[in-house]
């Protein structure tokens, strides 16, 4: 088993990452022992991974990590570096690499003040692995500030330093930085290998696993949640029965609240654990007392925690929205297709009965006024337009077709 295994579906990117921490380890090999240097390499100082949600962007780019810091001995005797189950390669796969840094958006943007530190590491070497590895989760959520500290880290890198950054799409980073990347893109993984991945990876019932991964249209990560946690089966049939629940305002504006309520909660179950976690850590840190006491000059650090955490909150309050308004799109998609007599797979089989009744009852021209709906819904939430005000909108809309 290697670092690559785990990437569902994206076996021509896997092999040309294998390729460059090959020659990675090649350089680091010969500097080491002051050796000529090769003459051609795959590695770059910059990598930029894109692909559709649920590709797996952030797992390819911390596999890659991963492999960039192994130190399995095998490597000495031809082996490919990426082996999974050393030191280098654990560590970096679970987040606890001290030369592997992760930057992820806590709220709508990736603010200057989040990017400070990690750039001014960039600049050094690493202190124990043989990278210096920096990965940016949502390079497409970079503001304009801290975006250009990042054109110029990557502009003029340390020469061991490496930064893989990951965006659904080239159009979402600036032209300046792009520029100055590798770019690999990924491709949605088929339900068939999202769904193997499941059974053989967490031990999920075959059926189940096929259903996860049908309904979630080969995004790895919702499919896994989905075939494990009950409360997330039940929060996604709740919003896959709002079409047939409209049929006058008041019913609109309920389901829209019940949404919205269902999101909230969804989020405050997600970040809950987090936030916890992190404020006794950061407690424990600073020398908190007995009974939670903390030290004087601590309260400015936990207040700044506190507000991370609530930008956190809002982020996932919205992700966990965007994913119901994703459902609903995928529900309206299915009613098409029967419109149209398609022969493209249902993504909600469990609900033919609905899907037959509105799929008979409106036009496809209703039908896609109705996901253009959902869609400015989405384009909404994206301008920071209240969640409530927003989704009513959409409801409305829904209703009138």
């Known amino acids: 088993m290697t670092v690559w295994d785990d990437l569902v579906g994206q076996e021509k990117v896997s092999e040309q990452l ?14 080491a022992a002051d050796g000529p240097l090769p003459e051609a390499s795959r590695m770059t100082h910059a990598w930029l991974f894109t692909g559709p949600p649920g590709a797996g962007r952030s797992q390819t780019a911390r596999a ?9 001995p095998d490597r000495a005797l031809g082996g490919a570096p990426g082996c999974g189950f050393c030191d280098g390669c654990h560590t970096a796969l679970i987040g ?27 600049f050094t070497s690493p202190a124990n692995g043989r990278w210096q590895v920096i990965l940016v989760e949502d390079a497409e ?4 500030k801290s975006a250009n500290a990042v054109l110029k880290a990557v502009e003029e890198p340390a020469p061991r330093t490496v930064w893989l950054l990951c965006a659904p799409s080239l159009e979402d980073v600036l032209p300046t930085i792009r520029s100055r990347c590798r770019h690999l893109n990924l ?22 696993a096929s259903a996860a991964s049908r309904a979630t249209q080969g995004h790895v990560d919702r499919a896994r949640r989905l075939a494990t946690d009950e409360r997330a089966r039940a929060r996604r049939a709740e919003v896959l029965r709002l079409p ?23 989020s405050k179950e997600l970040a809950e654990e987090i936030d916890v976690k992190e404020t006794e850590e950061l407690k424990a840190a600073l020398g908190a007392v007995q009974g939670g006491r903390m030290p004087r000059g601590t309260a400015g650090v936990m207040k700044e925690l506190e507000e991370k955490q609530k930008r956190r909150r809002t982020r996932t309050q919205r992700d966990s929205l965007d ?4 459902d609903l799109t995928g529900f309206y998609r299915d009613v098409l297709a029967l419109q149209f007599g398609s022969r493209v797979a249902l993504a909600n089989t469990d609900t033919e009965d609905a899907l037959d009744r509105l799929a008979r009852g409106s036009t496809p021209e209703s039908t896609l006024r109705r996901i253009e709906a959902i869609a400015a819904c989405r384009d909404a939430l994206d301008r920071n337009v ?16």
Do not use: W, Y
Not at 101 to 111: E, F, K, P, R, Y
């Open 18 to 31: 294998d390729a460059a921490a090959r020659d990675a380890d090649a350089l680091v090999t010969a500097a």
């Open 323 to 326: 994913q119901a308004l994703s």
């Open 244 to 266: 047939l629940r409209i049929d006058d305002v008041g019913a609109c504006l309920r389901a829209a609240q019940e949404l919205v309520d269902a999101a909230t909660e969804d």
């Open 64 to 72: 890659f990590a991963a492999a960039l810091q192994c130190v399995s």
């Open 96 to 122: 606890t690499h001290a030369d592997v840094t992760t930057v992820a958006a806590v709220g709508a943007q990736i603010l200057a003040a989040d990017m400070r530190d990690t750039v001014r590491k960039s």
């Open 187 to 208: 491709r949605t993984p088929s339900v068939e290998a999202v769904a193997d991945t499941l059974v053989r990876r967490d031990g999920i019932e075959p059926g189940i």
């Open 386 to 401: 209240a969640p409530l005000l927003a989704v009513e909108a959409m409801t409305m809309a829904l209703r009138a077709g």
């Open 141 to 144: 959520r970079l503001n304009e």
